[in-house]
């Protein structure tokens, strides 16, 4: 197709925005789909994107439209929404030239709107503002048109107003589609550079690559050179996709598709890899993509201790469709083996676990989620560190370093008070306050990650009544007063609830952990005493007393010295039990560490 008639764009939005919603109505109104075939969240294949209502993985499709006569090919990646997946959204930006910036026109700009519109704009992408559901009792379709003004600087003449759930609108944006988005630039004559910004595994054909054709022209049976792995193979099948997977014989410069070239493991492919010819090269790689750094960790381990090998299975088929979280073997003398796996937040630590159950068929013990930090060793080494159990000796620490992010929390005006100080609480430091309209203001916080990783979100829609949103990306690591809490039950430091916090709040988290613990382990045939300890100091204690047989209950009258001998020799029995007895420390135990919030 000739290339002035293709578009390449993204939709972005904050979370519940309607980005699936129109992506569906663009699929419907361009005939792409029947009524038949239509079904809400079309491009969300996956069982949990349409029960929890979100979407998880990025979507790409292939559009035949015609519009004012010509016909074009719409080419639009739909992208999460989850401040977690932003990665995703980064991916799909990259392999465009615009970006559909869908606001709710019922809640305005939000905190993820404003991260999507930076990210857009520092890839040289074209804008266009979409305002949604401009059909609810509650819009104000100007307002928010104001408020896009406002804070991103998009004038208001450029804004789309439609409604994606009833088609109101929508094709008045097909026009403002292929009026206001580039066209792709690449010389189909050129050596072939496609971008790979996505790959999934199938059971039958191996792993099948999401291209961008950037330079010259991907044909079926052409032998290829990965050029990030510098390995060759010959494309079985090429295609696109709309919306199902459709075979052709070529891709050219400026379209999007699919490709399989008989690549058996997901390990052999690099997203953000370049593929060109493996006869005439190219002769430099594409840009590509930064690698998805994972920044929450947390530990898998069987709940029966003894299915490692169906646990390890289950993780090496769920690597094959999500690259971006790892897992590598762990210890535990508490739990035995297992894996500690990394995630690019709580929702996809949330999401694979559910998937490992629901999927798989395993279950698994987790432990309390923990976040990375760099440590500064005395001999200039830096050292990244996961867990607290792999946190070296503080005799050979200098310092450590703390994750820090850039947040920023769009409110009500009259909820500042109550936000900051929650801020302050969770040692954030103010940087700025925007005004975004006159009930609503964004605020600007550097505050580390481990302080708003567990419930900050939840208690920011507790004190804003559900209107609070936020977003954040990890800027930096800054040393900071940091110690090691360990542990103790019954004598024995237990590493999956060991944890990392600043020395100011050890006191008070010690003394939750062992409190929370109290509760949640059973009571055994002996005393156990729970302890927090920093280094050799114990700084918080409580004590599991033992379950008690009334051993004198059939000794009535008669010599007390008959009853003292059998309390006696009960004592000694715990004693002795006590020294070789072992504590059985529940799954919901390993979560008390998940400290409940202090708003």
């Given at each position: 197709?000739?290339?002035?008639?293709?578009r390449?764009?993204?939709?972005?939005?904050?979370?519940d925005h309607?980005?699936?919603?129109?992506?569906?109505?663009?699929l419907?109104?361009?005939?792409?789909?029947?009524?038949?075939?239509?079904k809400?969240?079309l491009?969300?294949d996956m069982d949990?994107?349409?029960?929890?209502?979100?979407?998880?993985?990025?979507?790409?499709?292939?559009?035949d439209?015609?519009?004012?006569?010509?016909?074009?090919?719409?080419?639009?990646?739909?992208?999460?929404?989850?401040?977690?997946?932003?990665?995703?959204?980064?991916?799909?930006?990259?392999?465009?030239e615009?970006?559909l910036?869908?606001?709710?026109?019922?809640?305005?700009?939000?905190?993820?709107?404003?991260?999507?519109?930076y990210?857009?704009?520092?890839?040289?992408?074209?804008?266009?503002p979409?305002?949604?559901?401009?059909?609810?009792?509650?819009?104000?379709?100007?307002?928010?048109a104001?408020?896009?003004?406002?804070?991103?600087?998009?004038?208001?003449?450029?804004?789309?107003?439609?409604?994606?759930?009833s088609?109101?609108?929508?094709?008045?944006l097909?026009?403002?589609?292929?009026?206001?988005?580039?066209?792709?630039?690449?010389?189909?004559?050129?050596?072939?550079?496609?971008?790979?910004?996505?790959?999934?595994?199938?059971?039958?054909?191996?792993?099948?690559?999401?291209?961008?054709?950037?330079?010259?022209?991907?044909?079926?049976?052409?032998?290829i050179?990965?050029?990030?792995?510098?390995?060759?193979?010959?494309?079985?099948?090429?295609?696109?996709?709309?919306?199902k997977?459709?075979?052709?014989?070529?891709?050219?410069?400026?379209?999007?598709?699919?490709?399989?070239?008989?690549?058996?493991r997901?390990q052999?492919?690099?997203?953000?890899d370049?593929?060109t010819?493996a006869?005439?090269?190219?002769?430099?790689?594409?840009?590509g993509?930064?690698?998805?750094?994972?920044?929450v960790?947390?530990?898998?381990?069987?709940?029966?201790?003894?299915?490692?090998?169906e646990?390890?299975?289950?993780?090496?088929?769920?690597?094959?469709?999500d690259?971006?979280?790892?897992f590598?073997?762990e210890?535990?003398?508490?739990?035995?083996?297992?894996f500690?796996?990394?995630?690019?937040?709580?929702?996809?630590?949330?999401?694979?676990?559910e998937?490992?159950?629901r999927?798989?068929?395993?279950?698994?013990?987790?432990?309390?989620?923990s976040?990375?930090?760099e440590?500064?060793?005395h001999?200039?080494?830096?050292v990244?560190?996961d867990a607290?159990?792999?946190?070296p000796?503080?005799?050979?620490?200098?310092?450590?370093?703390?994750?820090?992010?850039?947040?920023?929390?769009?409110?009500?005006?009259?909820?500042?008070?109550l936000?900051?100080?929650?801020?302050?609480q969770?040692?954030?430091?103010y940087?700025k306050?925007?005004?975004?309209?006159?009930?609503?203001?964004?605020?600007?916080?550097?505050?580390p990650?481990?302080?708003?990783?567990?419930?900050?979100?939840?208690?920011?829609?507790?004190?804003?009544?559900?209107?609070?949103?936020?977003?954040?990306?990890v800027?930096?690591?800054?040393?900071?007063?940091?110690?090691?809490?360990?542990?103790?039950?019954?004598?024995?430091?237990?590493?999956?609830?060991?944890?990392?916090?600043?020395?100011?709040?050890?006191?008070?988290?010690?003394?939750?952990?062992?409190?929370?613990?109290?509760?949640?382990?059973?009571?055994?045939?002996?005393?156990?005493?729970?302890?927090?300890?920093?280094?050799?100091?114990?700084?918080?204690?409580?004590?599991?007393?033992?379950?008690?047989?009334?051993?004198t209950?059939?000794?009535?009258?008669?010599?007390?010295?008959?009853?003292?001998?059998?309390?006696?020799k009960?004592?000694?029995g715990?004693?002795?039990m006590?020294?070789?007895?072992?504590?059985?420390?529940?799954?919901?135990?390993?979560?008390?560490?998940?400290?409940?919030?202090?708003?």
């Amino acid at each position: 197709m000739d290339q002035s008639k293709i578009r390449n764009f993204s939709i972005v939005a904050h979370i519940d925005h309607g980005k699936s919603t129109l992506a569906d109505r663009l699929l419907q109104l361009s005939g792409a789909v029947s009524e038949r075939e239509l079904k809400a969240q079309l491009l969300d294949d996956m069982d949990l994107e349409r029960e929890r209502g979100i979407t998880i993985k990025a979507s790409a499709v292939s559009i035949d439209a015609k519009i004012d006569g010509d016909d074009y090919l719409l080419n639009l990646i739909d992208t999460p929404g989850h401040v977690d997946f932003h990665y995703e959204v980064s991916r799909s930006l990259a392999a465009c030239e615009g970006a559909l910036l869908v606001v709710d026109s019922t809640q305005g700009v939000q905190a993820q709107t404003v991260a999507n519109a930076y990210a857009a704009v520092g890839g040289d992408l074209y804008i266009i503002p979409v305002v949604n559901k401009i059909d609810l009792p509650g819009a104000q379709p100007e307002d928010t048109a104001i408020e896009i003004e406002h804070v991103l600087g998009i004038s208001m003449d450029e804004v789309q107003f439609v409604s994606a759930k009833s088609g109101v609108g929508i094709a008045e944006l097909f026009k403002a589609i292929v009026k206001c988005l580039p066209p792709p630039a690449g010389d189909p004559a050129a050596p072939l550079q496609a971008l790979v910004f996505d790959s999934e595994y199938d059971d039958y054909r191996g792993v099948i690559c999401y291209v961008r054709v950037v330079n010259g022209t991907i044909r079926k049976g052409q032998k290829i050179l990965l050029m990030g792995r510098e390995r060759h193979y010959v494309i079985t099948e090429l295609g696109k996709f709309r919306p199902k997977m459709t075979a052709v014989d070529t891709l050219a410069a400026g379209e999007v598709g699919y490709m399989v070239a008989s690549i058996k493991r997901l390990q052999d492919v690099t997203v953000g890899d370049t593929v060109t010819d493996a006869v005439s090269p190219a002769s430099e790689p594409l840009a590509g993509y930064d690698p998805p750094l994972q920044m929450v960790f947390c530990d898998f381990y069987p709940a029966s201790g003894e299915g490692y090998d169906e646990l390890r299975s289950a993780l090496e088929r769920l690597s094959l469709n999500d690259a971006s979280f790892t897992f590598q073997p762990e210890h535990s003398d508490a739990l035995g083996f297992g894996f500690r796996c990394g995630f690019l937040g709580l929702l996809h630590m949330d999401i694979v676990q559910e998937r490992l159950e629901r999927e798989c068929g395993v279950d698994v013990v987790q432990t309390a989620p923990s976040v990375t930090y760099e440590v500064l060793m005395h001999g200039g080494d830096v050292v990244r560190v996961d867990a607290a159990s792999d946190l070296p000796t503080l005799g050979d620490v200098e310092e450590i370093r703390e994750a820090i992010v850039d947040l920023q929390v769009i409110i009500p005006v009259d909820c500042v008070g109550l936000i900051m100080k929650l801020a302050e609480q969770r040692r954030g430091v103010y940087k700025k306050t925007e005004y975004l309209s006159e009930t609503r203001v964004m605020l600007s916080y550097d505050i580390p990650f481990g302080e708003i990783l567990y419930d900050f979100y939840d208690i920011l829609k507790s004190a804003t009544r559900g209107y609070g949103t936020m977003d954040y990306h990890v800027d930096r690591f800054e040393p900071s007063d940091l110690v090691k809490l360990d542990i103790l039950v019954n004598g024995v430091p237990v590493d999956a609830l060991s944890v990392i916090c600043h020395r100011s709040a050890s006191y008070r988290r010690g003394r939750r952990i062992i409190e929370r613990l109290r509760q949640e382990i059973p009571r055994h045939q002996f005393e156990i005493p729970l302890q927090a300890a920093i280094g050799a100091k114990i700084i918080a204690r409580e004590t599991i007393k033992a379950l008690r047989k009334n051993v004198t209950a059939k000794c009535y009258g008669g010599d007390v010295t008959r009853k003292r001998k059998l309390l006696e020799k009960q004592k000694e029995g715990k004693k002795r039990m006590k020294t070789v007895g072992r504590v059985d420390v529940p799954q919901k135990a390993f979560m008390v560490i998940l400290e409940p919030g202090d708003g």
